[in-house]
């Protein structure tokens, strides 16, 4: 053990880059992930970079474009197939180093009744510590009805949920010339994690435990202005509240009544439901990792959203190469708002409420 390792971290943003992977998704013409080339990644490699760093344990996952691509023939039955095979290589994983990986399951969505499916084996099977959902699929945010079943299904098991950016929808009708992977992440970020709340996803489903990537993307800088806004829409008086009030009420007797609102009561409606406090009381329930995100900026908006108990370490690693490791851990020891409880919590035991397992594996292997 190196005397970095003894910092004992747990990275929950790690990613796995298995060329079974890669060589899939080239065979249909798919060649980067968010504008960039795949890195070369494997085990042995991740754990040599852990140890010079300090990271005691990796929560491993599929990054972006994930296992769902609409452009191919027959996009689903390759979904689920690849799906499961990343599931068992994460799983073999966490078996040959069980005190040095967890792992994200990744589904095969948007086929619901097969991602609820792979869902149950990869949690109850091959016992893997949580799941890792794209950001939005086929343009679909992860707050579209189209969803609902599968987050009951997580509710129900009190999953961890790893949130990762996708592609953004549109993004080939943009001319910034920039990969996604500089900016649209964060913004795909915001858009779901907000899509999450407006839609009542998060008051719903309370057990499901969120982890936004790259400390939520721009979510705690525009959470004033969608505060403020959604008081606004939410300040509709007169008639027309108590019309669309009452159609709520109905609603749930005669399903497809809200459906049939105007879109301005329409609005009204889903915030007054879902939100009638403001967004910032289900902010307050998300993590936020630290991939990529460790200036001094991030750190004092995140502090307006939630406390320093939802932040853990994440490192992006490969995609953010070996680089942005000590950048990262120095980003989170520089930070002036920091007490060194802060740093301890967010260095691994913010994670070890969340990756118990994972955590008793640390204790009884350092």
Same mark, same amino acid.
């Given at each position: ?86 599931? /068992? #290589?994460? !799983?073999? +994983? ?10 994200? @399951? &990744? ?119 969608? /505060? #403020?806004? !959604?008081? +606004? ?10 019309? @669309? &009030? ?121």
């Amino acid at each position: 053990m190196t005397v970095a390792s003894t910092r004992g971290l747990i990275d929950t943003h790690h990613h796995i880059v298995p060329r079974e992977y890669v060589e899939s998704l080239e065979e249909k013409g798919v060649k980067k992930a968010l504008g960039v080339r795949f890195p070369k990644w494997n085990a042995e490699k991740s754990i040599d970079v852990m140890d010079r760093y300090g990271i005691s344990a990796a929560v491993v996952s599929i990054s972006a474009p994930g296992v769902y691509f609409k452009q191919i023939p027959d996009p689903l039955p390759f979904a689920s197939d690849l799906a499961r095979r990343m599931n /068992d #290589f994460a !799983a073999n +994983l966490v078996a040959d180093h069980p005190t040095r990986f967890g792992a994200f @399951a &990744t589904l095969p969505l948007p086929d619901i009744d097969l991602s609820i499916d792979e869902l149950k084996r990869a949690l109850e099977n091959l016992k893997l510590d949580g799941v890792v959902l794209m950001s939005n699929y086929d343009g679909y945010y992860l707050g579209d009805p189209r969803f609902e079943r599968v987050f009951s299904e997580l509710n129900r098991r009190k999953a961890v949920v790893f949130v990762h950016p996708a592609t953004p929808p549109g993004i080939e009708s943009s001319h910034l010339g920039l990969p996604e992977a500089m900016m649209d992440v964060c913004f795909d970020t915001t858009r779901t994690a907000f899509s999450l709340i407006v839609n009542g996803v998060t008051r719903r489903y309370p057990e499901v435990r969120f982890i936004l990537a790259h400390a939520g993307g721009v979510t705690p800088y525009i959470a004033g202005r969608v /505060d #403020f806004l !959604a008081s +606004l829409f939410q300040g509709l008086g007169g008639a027309a509240a108590g019309i @669309a &009030t009452g159609v709520g009420m109905v609603s749930s007797v005669i399903p497809g009544m809200k459906e049939r609102l105007p879109e301005d009561l329409s609005v009204y409606l889903r915030f007054k439901e879902n939100m009638p406090d403001g967004p910032e009381g289900y902010l307050r329930r998300f993590y936020y990792d630290t991939a990529v995100s460790t200036s001094p900026h991030v750190f004092a908006s995140l502090g307006t959203v939630c406390d320093n108990s939802r932040v853990l370490f994440g490192s992006d690693y490969p995609f953010g190469t070996e680089a942005a490791i000590p950048e990262a851990i120095n980003g989170i020891e520089a930070y002036a708002g920091f007490a060194p409880e802060d740093r301890a919590a967010i260095g691994s035991k913010n994670a070890a409420t969340l990756f118990p397992r994972l955590h008793t594996n640390l204790e009884q292997h350092f």
